[in-house]
């Protein structure tokens, strides 16, 4: 099978596409044929090694200390189920599907167990439509709902409004019944007020922080601000809610208990079958939407992960891949 393969760290140009054995799945395995994957700020971090500072050893240590551990990358897709393994019966041979797992998805094939996050893919979407969804749908659902317990009528700023988790962000929020503004590149106000975003800041000219608003939820999702200046547009017991970590976010989020006032949440989003169910439902409702920037075909692998880190996308870049 065919599959993009990087071998050390470092830019784009270290990952290759390569003939590898297609995988076998094993008992309690699925064995995907693959026809879409999302690129992600995921992949880029894993290919680059970029990991936070305060977690540079143990991320090496887990993914690979001198070069990758697993050199296919690769997380959020969609295909149909071409084998099951022994024991399996919640998929058959043939059923559309789509789902996220740890590494592996820029490939013709993967496998991974059945019990995973992998649930049968909305008649109404393309594969490539449910590739886009797990990375940043999972993200913004577990963040919102799950970790900083977003309650119906609260204000929200998405910062990064119009990347990879920041288009799902806008629109589960609202589905959740918050109201929505969004901090975007200009290019992208258009797109994101049609997610459901009221006020849209234009980040090269307008400073949310000095616009007098206030927030009872900031979802940072590009690492775009801090909580020190996010602080002073969050209401009295306003949430900064980041998606890339440093030291001082870490410090702040850990001594939450020692101060008055805004507070910051931090988590691991475990990545789950029912809640990749749960974006089916919104799916279904008209609720959420996916949002695609551009289709590579996966020989064009190097240009979709220059795309990705750029981070200028609007939406999710999305390999068409077999």
């Known amino acids: 099978m065919k599959a993009a393969v990087y071998r050390t760290y470092g830019g784009p140009d270290v990952v290759s596409v390569e003939e590898l054995a297609r995988p076998v799945p094993k008992p309690g395995e699925v064995l995907v044929r693959v026809e879409a994957a999302a690129v992600t700020s995921a992949d880029w971090r894993l290919r680059e090694a970029a990991f936070p500072s305060f977690s540079a050893i143990p991320g090496r240590l887990m993914f690979g200390l001198t070069r990758p551990r697993n050199p296919v990358l690769g997380g959020a897709f969609a295909g149909q189920v071409e084998a099951v393994g022994e024991g399996v019966t919640r998929f058959q041979p043939g059923q559309p599907v789509f789902g996220f797992t740890m590494s592996g998805a820029h490939a013709e094939y993967l496998t991974m167990k059945a019990d995973g996050a992998l649930v049968e893919r909305p008649a109404r979407l393309t594969a490539q439509e449910a590739a886009s969804l797990p990375f940043g749908g999972l993200a913004a659902l577990v963040f919102l709902r799950d ?53 849209v800041f234009d980040h090269r000219t307008e400073d949310f922080a000095a616009s007098g608003r206030k927030w009872d939820l900031i979802f940072d ?64 409702a008209g609720e959420l939407r996916p949002v695609l920037d551009r289709i590579y075909p996966l020989d064009d692998i190097r240009a979709a992960h220059e795309d990705v880190g750029a981070r200028r996308r609007s939406g999710v870049v999305v390999l068409a891949i077999g």
Do not use: W
Request: glycine share 12%; charged share 25%; with cysteine.
């Open 147 to 199: 970790f900083a317990k977003l309650r119906p009528g609260e204000r929200v700023l998405v910062l990064g409004a119009s990347g990879g988790v920041g288009v799902h962000a806008v629109q589960i929020a609202r589905a959740l019944g918050a109201e929505v503004d969004a901090v975007s590149g200009a290019r992208n106000t258009e797109l994101v007020r049609g997610l459901g975003a009221e006020r």
């Open 221 to 284: 999702c590009v690492g775009a601000s801090s909580f020190a200046k996010a602080r002073g547009a969050l209401t009295e017991g306003g949430r900064y809610v980041p998606l890339d970590l440093d030291c001082a976010t870490l410090f702040a989020a850990l001594t939450n208990r020692f101060r008055r006032g805004p507070s910051v949440v931090v988590g691991i989003s475990q990545d789950r079958r029912e809640d990749l169910e749960t974006l089916c439902a919104m799916v279904e």
